[in-house]
């Protein structure tokens, strides 16, 4: 392994292992080893991998990250600028990586909801996670996630159980005198018409680099509904590679809303299997990179059953140097007749260096199966501004007016209602200073 | 208030306007003619900034200050307003949204205080006993999948609130019904003011019966070719423009 990226990991492997939580239980040891060495063997995929290809790891591989930080139990954050207010169900924080008892809310926890750290888990009753942590995988993150995290989220909400607070997630990047890495893992099971609200974020205590990873494996049981919420507001130094994983069961409808603001380099997998008949994927999202950004998000969903119905609508709005990447993977296989598949990406170009890339890709093996997808790359029309300063408008103001309205419709059914307007305003925050100063 | 002399300008390379001259004073109503593809849309567009249209020549002094050194947001501030002739569509932006902002806009360069919601409210509320619009009309995206006689009419609607010092209105009177064309025309006349000028761009003689102008010109071939009184509408509306075509700029054009 001659790359900076992989040494770090080989040498300091063995001894993080060691001391990992869940280190002594048999079969994850045994887990853990072999994604280890399936992963120093293969190291980073490079652009010549169809699913890495619009993604160039070349850099990363030159840098070496400490595994874990010793001292992030004690590490003072604020948290403050994360907070919804509003929203103040239980939560779960964690700074680089590790779960932070004393900034999470984790008492009183309604009736019917289990949610516990994973490092806790591990401890307690590591068995009851084997299938979880059993999945096989090829994709290098992946295998470094298997091999490493030692803390993370598990979350069951029992059968026929409604969680009416959102549960919150909170992953904090904190400035340490070394170049972290960190990986978690979520392990989500929603019984049997049960019903959750989730938010997921991602922010900084300040700047400095990191890498963190993090590996969601969510299930959907029978009638299951899941309102899934990313903020990703993740630092100017940060690398965030993450995958969440979704099943669903019969009549199980899953919605996920993200919004891609932050970070240097930000890639979500997200995949989803409608194993169920009539179950429903929704995604919708906006990523809008600025700077020299880099904002991947993926999708790969696959109807295995009957009359199952996906609706994913993106939009992407890149600045200055920054490049946007939408892959939209809808396979429809054989059996799921009567499916429904949509995929509507619509991007906005600010400047003339700003680059995103959409993919859709159908594949159809049923049959009576509706499927439509979109996706376009346009720029602001000069028709429209000059409207707008015509009415007195300055420049900035009409740019940043016009992105927040193409990119409108991918909150619109974000639901709770409050949860929305969060969502809304952390955006509209966002994309005046993405859109307004542009050297276009 | 406006002085236009000797105005030249190019679009997308081509020369289209040609040595125009014209100047109005506050309290005056221009009514400016011509036909298709003279020139009249491309001076309101050099008059409200719009990028691509190149002045090669020529000058517009506006209250004493050079206008085309401005930015189209500025002279909004400033008080010029143009109609547009085919106004856009704005998916995605609510009309009252979008004019609260715009009005704020204009009102916070200016140093003013802007209105909240309530104080606009109230002067929309005002406004539209000036130029009626339906109430759905307001609460749906900026011109989309408006009749062409709405977005006319949404157009005087945002002059009325704006209270601009110079309205050009370009061919506000195309596809309007008879009863939009008095409603627009009653908008107009409600905002005629010592201190406020009008430059009306018209097809039609029909107008001018309701906005009673003070000069009429003929504009053919990026110049005004002949000024006069309302009477020159109705001549032009018996004869055609062949008789003006031709003619020398008109000298001094009113
Ligand atoms: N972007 C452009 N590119 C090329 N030619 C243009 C452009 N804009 C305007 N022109 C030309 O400039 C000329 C004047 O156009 P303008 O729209 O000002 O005419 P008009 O007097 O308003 O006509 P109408 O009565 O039909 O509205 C026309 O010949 C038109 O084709
Ligand atoms: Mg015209």
Redesign the interface.
């Known amino acids: 392994m001659s790359n900076a990226f992989a040494a770090a990991v080989g040498d300091a492997a063995g001894a993080t292992l060691s001391r990992l939580p869940g280190a002594g239980v048999a079969w994850l040891d045994a887990a853990r080893h072999a994604h280890l060495s399936a992963f120093l063997r293969d190291g980073l995929p490079s652009t010549r991998s169809e699913a890495w290809k619009y993604t160039s790891l070349r850099a990363l591989e030159q840098r070496a990250f400490a595994l874990g930080d010793v001292d992030a139990a004690t590490r003072s954050v604020e948290t403050r600028m994360l907070a919804l207010s509003g929203v103040d169900g239980p939560q779960l924080v964690f700074v680089n990586g590790m779960f932070r008892a004393d900034l999470s809310r984790l008492d009183d926890l309604p009736a019917g909801l289990q949610l516990q750290s994973l490092a806790a888990a591990l401890i307690l009753d590591a068995d009851s996670l084997r299938e979880a942590f059993g999945t096989a995988t090829t994709d290098a993150f992946d295998r470094l996630n298997a091999t490493l995290a030692g803390d993370g989220v598990v979350l069951r909400v029992m059968p026929g159980v409604r969680i009416a607070a959102p549960v919150r997630l909170v992953f904090l990047g904190a400035p340490a005198a070394v170049d972290l890495a960190w990986h978690a893992r979520a392990l989500i099971v929603l019984g049997e018409g049960s019903e959750l609200v989730l938010v997921e974020q991602h922010g900084d205590a300040g700047a400095h680099a990191h890498l963190g990873t993090l590996v969601s494996d969510i299930r959907l049981q029978r009638g299951a509904r899941l309102h899934w919420n990313v903020l990703q507001e993740a630092g100017p130094g940060a690398v965030l590679i993450r995958r969440s994983a979704f099943r669903l069961a019969t009549d199980a409808v899953a919605t996920l809303h993200a919004l891609e603001l932050g970070g240097a380099l930000v890639r979500h997998a997200i995949t989803a299997v409608l194993e169920g008949d009539r179950a429903r994927f929704i995604t919708r999202g906006v990523f809008a990179p600025g700077g020299r950004q880099h904002l991947e998000t993926r999708l790969d969903i696959r109807h295995e059953a009957r009359d199952t119905a996906s609706d994913a609508l993106w939009r992407g709005v890149a600045n200055d140097r920054g490049r946007g990447v939408l892959h939209g993977a809808i396979t429809v296989a054989a059996g799921a007749d009567g499916s429904d598949a949509r995929l509507d990406n619509k991007n906005l170009l600010l400047s003339a260096q700003a680059e995103i890339d959409t993919q859709p890709v159908l594949e159809i093996h049923a049959d009576a199966v509706k499927a439509g997808h979109g996706a376009t790359v346009g720029q602001l029309d000069e028709r429209v501004l000059f409207y707008l300063r015509s009415r007195g408008l300055p420049l900035e103001q009409a740019r940043a007016l016009l992105t927040s309205a193409f990119c409108r419709v991918a909150l619109d059914r974000l639901d709770p209602a409050p949860l929305r307007e969060h969502f809304a305003a952390r955006l509209a925050r966002h994309l005046p200073r993405l859109a307004g100063d542009s050297e276009a | 208030m406006l002085i236009i002399d000797n105005l030249h300008a190019r679009v997308a390379g081509k020369g289209i306007l040609k040595g125009l001259s014209l100047a109005v004073k506050a309290g005056e109503v221009h009514a400016i003619m011509g036909p298709n593809g003279a020139g009249k849309s491309t001076l309101g567009y050099v008059l409200?900034?719009?990028?691509?249209y190149e002045v090669t020549a020529g000058t517009v002094t506006y209250d004493g200050t050079d206008l085309l050194a401005l930015?189209?947001?500025d002279?909004?501030?400033a008080g010029v307003?143009?109609a547009?002739q085919y106004?856009?569509e704005?998916?995605?932006?609510n009309n009252t949204y979008?004019?609260r902002?715009?009005?704020n806009?204009?009102r916070k360069?200016r140093g003013e205080a802007e209105l909240d919601s309530m104080q606009f409210l109230k002067l929309v509320r005002e406004r539209l006993k000036v130029m009626q619009l339906s109430p759905d009309l307001l609460n749906r995206?900026v011109n989309e999948g408006f009749s062409g006689g709405e977005k006319k009419r949404n157009e005087i609607f945002?002059m009325a609130v704006?209270e601009p010092r110079l309205a050009i209105l370009d061919e506000t009177d195309s596809g309007l019904d008879i009863d939009a064309l008095k409603l627009v025309a009653d908008g107009v006349n409600a905002l005629r003011a010592a201190d406020r000028a009008f430059i009306v761009v018209t097809h039609y003689q029909r107008l001018l019966d309701y906005i009673v102008p003070d000069f009429v010109h003929v504009l053919a071939d990026g110049r005004i070719v002949e000024s006069g009184d309302r009477t020159l509408a109705l001549k032009l509306e018996e004869h055609g423009y062949a008789w003006v075509a031709g003619r020398q700029p008109a000298a001094g054009a009113a």
């Open positions: 409200a900034g719009r990028e691509g930015a189209p947001e002279r909004a501030t307003f143009l547009f106004p856009v704005i998916p995605g932006v979008f004019l902002t715009a009005l806009a204009q360069r995206a945002q704006l």
